[in-house]
T-cell receptor, first 110, second 113 residues
Framework: QKEVEQDPGPLSVPEGAIVSLNCTYS??????FMWYRQYSRKGPELLMY????GNKEDGRFTAQVDKSSKYISLFIRDSQPSDSATYLC??????????FGTGTSLTVIP | KAGVTQTPRYLIKTRGQQVTLSCSPI?????VSWYQQTPGQGLQFLFE???????NKGNFPGRFSGRQFSNSRSEMNVSTLELGDSALYLC????????????FGPGTRLTVL
């Protein structure tokens, strides 16, 4: 079993929709949870960073961590065509070594 | 502030050769990590360097090695290249006081023929 599981999609939504992206994990010691966005031919870009559990909001993006269910989510409100990218979740126990999901490909259709 | 830079951006090598990739972290960042990204396996951790010392290592064979210099710049070396080493190699840097917040470079696309 992989440390981090993520549905690869692809996910296609109309502009303005609410997008929900999810990851599950098996290691209950994970404390750091991140979401990255990766455009084609680019390196991943850090979107959201959460320590321990709870919610974090930044503009149109909301990250949720449910440690009891070993489940994290990223919500994108009012999705835009510029949000079309691959979204990667990542986790770490100590903040030194990170485990990534395989990424979910998202397309927002104008 | 300049981001993480990686050189070269693209490389084509043949099996059996070796290759060296370079990474310059964000100014002030002392931790540099290397990852391999492939369509099937996603992002896999290779190793992390901090203050010229390897601090963590992923599950890769000894053909993959790295080092870090006193100015925090890092190099990654792959010897005896195999076809399966074709991948995007990403470097990420972070400050010691902000665990979890790492910033990636654009990557080096390595193709092994």
């Amino acid at each position: 079993q992989k440390e981090v599981e993520q549905d690869p999609g692809p996910l296609s939504v109309p502009e303005g929709a609410i997008v929900s992206l999810n990851c599950t994990y098996s290691n209950s010691a994970f404390q750091y949870f991140m979401w990255y966005r990766q455009y084609s031919r680019k390196g991943p870009e850090l979107l959201m960073y959460t320590y321990s559990s709870g919610n974090k909001e930044d503009g149109r993006f909301t990250a949720q961590v449910d440690k009891s269910s070993k489940y994290i989510s990223l919500f994108i409100r009012d999705s835009q065509p510029s949000d079309s990218a691959t979204y990667l979740c990542a986790m770490s126990v100590s903040g030194n070594q990170f485990y990534f999901g395989t990424g979910t490909s998202l397309t927002v259709i104008p | 502030k300049a981001g993480v830079t990686q050189t070269p951006r693209y490389l084509i090598k043949t099996r059996g050769q070796q290759v060296t990739l370079s990474c310059s972290p964000i100014s002030g960042h002392r931790s540099v990590s290397w990852y391999q990204q492939t369509p099937g396996q996603g992002l896999q951790f290779l190793f992390e360097y901090f203050s010229e010392t390897q601090r963590n290592k992923g599950n890769f064979p000894g053909r993959f090695s790295g080092r870090q210099f006193s100015n925090s710049r890092s190099e990654m070396n792959v010897s005896t290249l195999e076809l399966g080493d074709s991948a995007l190699y990403l470097c990420a840097s972070r400050t010691s006081g902000r665990a979890g917040e790492q910033f990636f470079g654009p990557g080096t696309r390595l193709t092994v023929l």
